[in-house]
């Protein structure tokens, strides 16, 4: 299952750049998206997990020369951040000779990772292309295909399953193989009992405040250590870190970022949660939606808008504040389970500080209405549609 907007964003890319970088964590389907590119052009695919593939680039330069007029995809490049540099003298290379365009396409599974092996040497010679889970627009749309989304996570092996058990035990062996296999290769030595625990504590805390001093007391490790292995899980894109917005309103912000679990279903297996009717009875379940929607709209989000969420120690409170920049400005969006929309009180004190361009209140139902004071009620779908569309 791939998603033809990411096959066409990275096409473009590979028209205007020389190096195109696509960047997702495993098993979201960055190497099926690179066949599928590769497939309809002259190309050769290496994958560097593979010693094999590893070994023909033992002279990286010399092998590399042999397909200046293919598209070369270098799959898991982080098990060979020394390539950076050859690149980035035969991407220079081809430029001299009229060859700009369309040379690599590079896959990694780490965000800040990848970019700071490569920002030190392919500046201005590489595009970045996120390639996230399955969002709610890429599924079908029968009634139960979101809460399936949900439950499942975007994952296209998850959500794909023939059945919720498979999905279930498909997500457990995807958080070992992350723990035990990938995690270790991206950073300092980490026992992987401490990170399923951290990890599982985040997914019970799904949505509040990190409060790194009480998690580390429950892992008898350091705040400070905590923080580290929150920002592995964090650069893996597993975790996001929601920060709060700064405005100037003479208020008192909360400064403590909240976290989440990004994906709903690595979010369920964590905490062991196999069906909807465990989740409708289960405490996590309003946050694990509200997670769910941040999580689809940012999917889909131009690339510099800006996500926070608001609050203010008087009780004042924004689930999440989209700022896109000049005219289309701050939208304000209040996240609500229910098929009903109804905003508690310090949502609309929230609104008079920020005044934002449009507020939401997102229910789970698919009905749009007006609920007064310029904030309208709107099912999940209907507004990824109009963020998509800015």
């Given at each position: 299952?791939?998603?033809?907007?990411?096959?066409?964003?990275?096409?473009?890319?590979?028209?205007?750049?020389?190096?195109?970088?696509?960047?997702?964590?495993?098993?979201?389907?960055?190497?099926?998206?690179?066949?599928?590119?590769?497939?309809?052009?002259?190309?050769?695919?290496?994958?560097?997990?593979?010693?094999?593939?590893?070994?023909?680039?033992?002279?990286?330069?010399?092998?590399?020369?042999?397909?200046?007029?293919?598209?070369?995809?270098?799959?898991?490049?982080?098990?060979?951040?020394?390539?950076?540099?050859?690149?980035?003298?035969?991407?220079?290379?081809?430029?001299?000779?009229?060859?700009?365009?369309?040379?690599?396409?590079?896959?990694?599974?780490?965000?800040?990772?990848?970019?700071?092996?490569?920002?030190?040497?392919?500046?201005?010679?590489?595009?970045?292309?996120?390639?996230?889970?399955?969002?709610?627009?890429?599924?079908?749309?029968?009634?139960?295909?979101i809460n399936d989304l949900w439950l499942r996570g975007g994952f296209p092996d998850s959500y794909l399953a023939r059945n919720e058990q498979d999905s279930f035990r498909n997500r457990r062996s995807f958080i070992r193989t992350y723990l035990e296999r990938d995690v270790p290769q991206f950073g300092p030595r980490i026992p992987s009992e401490t990170l399923e625990r951290l990890w599982t504590m985040l997914a019970h805390n799904q949505?509040?405040?990190?409060?790194?001093?009480?998690?580390?007391?429950?892992?008898?490790?350091?705040?400070?250590?905590?923080?580290?292995?929150?920002?592995?899980?964090?650069?893996?894109?597993?975790?996001?870190?929601?920060?709060?917005?700064?405005?100037?309103?003479?208020k008192r912000?909360?400064?403590?970022?909240?976290?989440?679990?990004?994906?709903?279903?690595?979010?369920?297996?964590?905490?062991?949660?196999?069906?909807?009717?465990?989740?409708?009875?289960h405490p996590v379940v309003g946050k694990s939606w509200e997670g769910f929607v941040i999580e689809s709209l940012l999917a889909v989000a131009p690339e510099r808008t800006q996500s926070a969420f608001y609050a203010t120690a008087a009780g004042a409170e924004i689930d999440l504040v989209m700022e896109f920049g000049g005219e289309k400005g701050l939208w304000a969006i209040e996240i609500k389970r229910g098929l009903t929309a109804k905003p508690e009180r310090g949502f609309y004190n929230a609104l008079a500080d920020l005044q934002p361009k449009k507020a939401f209140v997102i229910h789970a139902g698919t009905d749009r209405y007006p609920l007064g004071n310029g904030v309208e009620a709107i099912g999940l779908r209907e507004l990824v549609e109009m963020v998509e569309g800015m």
């Open positions: 299952m791939i998603s033809r907007l990411a096959v066409h964003n990275v096409r473009e890319a590979l028209s205007r750049q020389a190096a195109v970088g696509l960047i997702g964590p495993r098993q979201v389907g960055k190497t099926t998206l690179a066949h599928e590119i590769s497939d309809s052009r002259p190309s050769i695919y290496l994958d560097l997990e593979s010693k094999t593939d590893r070994d023909k680039l033992t002279d990286p330069e010399l092998f590399l020369k042999n397909y200046e007029d293919k598209l070369v995809v270098l799959d898991e490049i982080h098990r060979m951040p020394e390539l950076f540099q050859t690149l980035r003298g035969l991407i220079d290379q081809g430029r001299r000779k009229g060859n700009r365009t369309g040379r690599f396409l590079v896959l990694g599974s780490a965000a800040i990772d990848l970019l700071r092996q490569s920002g030190e040497s392919l500046a201005g010679r590489i595009e970045y292309i996120d390639l996230g889970p399955l969002n709610v627009l890429e599924i079908d749309t029968h009634n139960n295909a949505g509040t405040l990190l409060n790194a001093s009480k998690l580390g007391a429950g892992l008898s490790i350091s705040a400070p250590t905590v923080t580290t292995y929150i920002s592995l899980l964090v650069d893996l894109l597993l975790v996001r870190r929601l920060s709060p917005y700064h405005a100037n309103v003479g912000l909360v400064k403590s970022p909240r976290t989440y679990v990004r994906d709903s279903g690595l979010l369920h297996a964590l905490l062991g949660i196999g069906d909807l009717n465990e989740l409708s009875g």
